[in-house]
DNA sequence: GCCAACGTTGGC
DNA sequence: GCCAACGTTGGC
């Protein structure tokens, strides 16, 4: 499947997924049930992410992951100091699941939600919708293809 | 920093 | 289980 992951980029932007290399990087902190059901039911090894850059400078699309490990307890949910930390979560009772993505590619430039709102084609594209906060949606084989183009990528 | 949209909480 | 109040997200 395909997927948009939203980050900010100060957290974990495409260029620190890049420099995590082959290992990549753990994705926690997912904290939203809707999302999570997204994270834990839905996400497979070898499905392809746009990475999203969110409440920064350009927001928009800035390159591709890809999974690398699916669905697995989120460990910061139990850390005090951790800012995902969840006093209710308990080793027989862990609702939160992290994933591990991988780097495939950054675009040469990130494309803009102005850029995005140009492409005819993903006029439907649930990342575009008016008052969307999941961090974890799912796109379209075509959506997906449509940013690659535009990318240039 | 504004504010729309949505999620969560908690009293009843 | 309803729903008002409150908190958070996130584009602008």
Redesign the pocket.
């Known amino acids: 499947m395909y997927w948009v992951f ?1 980050t ?1 980029p100060t957290e974990c932007s495409i260029a620190d997924i890049a420099a995590a290399g082959s290992n990549g990087v753990i994705w926690e902190g997912v ?4 999302a999570r059901n997204f994270l834990r039911d839905q996400v497979k090894t070898g499905d392809m992410v746009l990475i ?1 850059h ?3 400078d350009v ?1 928009g699309i800035a390159g591709v992951a890809t999974i690398i490990a699916e669905a697995f307890t989120d460990p910061s949910q139990f850390v005090a100091e951790n800012p995902y930390y969840d006093p209710k979560s308990s080793a027989d009772k862990a609702p939160w699941v992290a994933v591990r993505v991988g780097f495939v590619r950054q675009f040469p430039q990130v494309l ?3 850029d995005l ?1 140009a492409i005819a084609g993903l006029a439907d594209m649930q990342l575009l ?7 974890i949606m799912p796109a379209t084989n075509a959506e997906f293809d449509l940013v690659l183009l535009a990318a240039k990528a």
Do not use: D, F, P, T
């Open positions: 939203k900010e904290r939203n049930y809707q999203h969110s409440s920064c927001v803009s939600m102005a709102r919708k008016k008052g969307n906060r999941l961090s």
